[in-house]
């Protein structure tokens, strides 16, 4: 794996370095946003993933993440934030992060969090042009996906900019219109197991989900409270 890691903190960098040559990762460390975000640029598609601080000098952490995006839309993307800024989490998917980790962090659960972001996007579309009713595998009412493109449809319209982590909940739900999944479910499915982390990064991902939906029509992913949520389509 090449990964980018633009995070001013030297300690933490050394840290990481050991771990990932642990690892056998070819990894490039940047302490200036600026700089980190001008090393992505010479070769944006020469990055496996990329690790961005939050608060950087020269250019932050936000605006490094949209910068990205606007190159490319599978570059997996990890930002770091504070414990306890759900804020910044929500602000960081929404400008296009896959997933976040809160400091201070265990390197082991850096670890895991990358290699599950990195197995998912290694997942290469199947060869072949299909017939246009055909190419939908995933079906409701309503929604249509095609897993292999990675395109999800609601009311004839493609939901557009869903992440990696969005799309696997999505697609997970419309499996399985009415059933019930837990946070913990979730965390086991879309992101690894055992999960490293805290389980509000369920409750972020789903509301950005949300938000993308519901420019389409009635929302499609109901809160069961005290239990987690579902898929469910309006009339049903």
């Not at 992913?221 to 987690?228: C, D, E, M």
Request: proline share 4%.
């Amino acid at each position: 794996m090449k990964v980018l890691m633009i995070e001013d903190n030297e300690s933490v960098c050394e840290m990481m370095g050991m771990f990932f040559e642990k690892e056998g990762f070819n990894s490039t460390f940047h302490g200036d946003g600026k700089e980190g975000f001008e090393a992505y640029q010479e070769r944006p598609f020469e990055w496996d993933l990329v690790i961005l601080d939050l608060n950087l000098p020269s250019m932050d952490g936000m605006t490094i993440c949209r910068k990205i995006r606007e190159i490319s839309k599978e570059t997996p993307i990890i930002m770091l934030t504070a414990q306890d800024s759900e804020s910044d989490q929500v602000i960081g998917l929404e400008m296009g992060a896959d997933d976040y980790v809160t400091k201070p962090f265990s390197p082991l659960t850096l670890l895991a969090r990358m290699k599950a972001l990195h197995r998912r996007a290694q997942v290469i579309p199947s060869e072949g042009v299909q017939e246009e009713e055909d190419k939908f595998n995933v079906k409701t009412a309503t929604v249509k996906i095609n897993t292999s493109t990675r395109e999800a449809y609601y009311n004839g319209n493609l939901i557009d900019n869903l992440t990696p982590k969005e799309f696997d909940l999505f697609v997970m739900f419309a499996k399985h219109p009415k059933r019930v999944f837990s946070r913990e479910q979730l965390l086991k499915s879309i992101w690894e197991d055992p999960f490293f982390g805290d389980e509000r990064t369920v409750d972020a991902h789903i509301k950005k989900l949300r938000q993308k939906i519901e420019k389409y029509g009635p929302q499609l992913v109901q809160t069961v409270w005290g239990v987690g949520y579902k898929f469910e389509e309006q009339g049903e």
